[in-house]
């Protein structure tokens, strides 16, 4: 089944406790991205990834990381997490970043953050 | 304000009726992209209309988009109480003619339908 798995689900950690939150796409596509919900604020791009090795800032970078070492994977780092970063996380892939129909996306189910 | 705003905020209707959503958004676009988000769950997408394409249908969903106005509207029609989910809009913005994949979300619709 095709799909984007996003681990873990749920997660309650505390101020400064760097955390890693795994994405995962069995499509093979090139383009994978992650977004921040918040409530009032929609989705926001975090970071995006175009190919492997390739990665470039969203709208709102701050306080994250990620790399791309492999097609499938693309990780999202907190290396030191804030309050402000509590939000619920998705992470999402599409075939190419590119013109036409290619760069419909597909969302993983989420990861709600909380950061005391 | 951001690229892909919706319209309402908020709609409240009966199984049965009509539901209309509205974009609006500020650069020119590749695409424009409708996503259906069950509560707290991930987005999955229902529809793309391309920037020379002024209206698309898929079931009980019609999409217009207006690129003069900047804007797009998505109807669903005899709406069920299933229907119940917040609506995004997505915006395949151009740079310098060219799309880089990146699709800028509005904050959505919230449609709750009553049975």
């Known amino acids: 089944e095709a799909q984007v798995t996003q681990n873990p689900r749920y997660l309650i950690t505390v101020t400064g406790k760097k955390l890693t939150v795994t994405c995962s796409q069995n499509m093979n596509h090139e383009y994978m991205s992650w977004y921040r919900q918040d409530p009032g604020l929609g989705l926001r791009q975090i970071y995006y990834s175009m190919n492997v090795e390739v990665t470039d800032k969203g709208d709102v970078p701050e306080g994250y990381k990620v790399s791309r070492k492999e097609k499938r994977n693309f990780p999202l780092i907190l290396e030191s997490p804030s309050p402000n970063q509590t939000s619920l996380y998705f992470c999402?892939?599409?075939?190419?970043?590119?013109?036409?129909?290619?760069?419909?996306?597909?969302f993983g189910a989420g990861t709600r953050l909380s950061v005391l | 304000s951001q690229q892909g705003e919706e319209d309402p905020q908020a709609l409240s209707i009966q199984e049965g009726e009509n539901a209309t959503m509205n974009c609006s958004y500020k650069?020119?676009?590749?695409?424009l992209q409708w996503y259906r988000q069950n509560s707290g769950r991930g987005l999955v997408h229902l529809i793309l209309i391309r920037s020379n394409e002024r209206e698309k249908h898929s079931g009980r969903l019609r999409v217009t988009l207006d690129t003069s106005k900047k804007s797009s509207s998505l109807l669903i029609t005899a709406s069920r109480a299933a229907d119940t989910a917040s609506y995004f809009c997505a915006t395949d913005a151009l740079a310098g003619g060219t799309s880089y994949g990146k699709l800028t979300f509005g904050q959505g619709t919230i449609l709750t339908v009553h049975p």
């Open positions: 999402a892939s599409s075939l190419f970043g590119g013109t036409g129909v290619k760069n419909i996306q597909y």
């Open positions: 650069t020119s676009i590749n695409n």
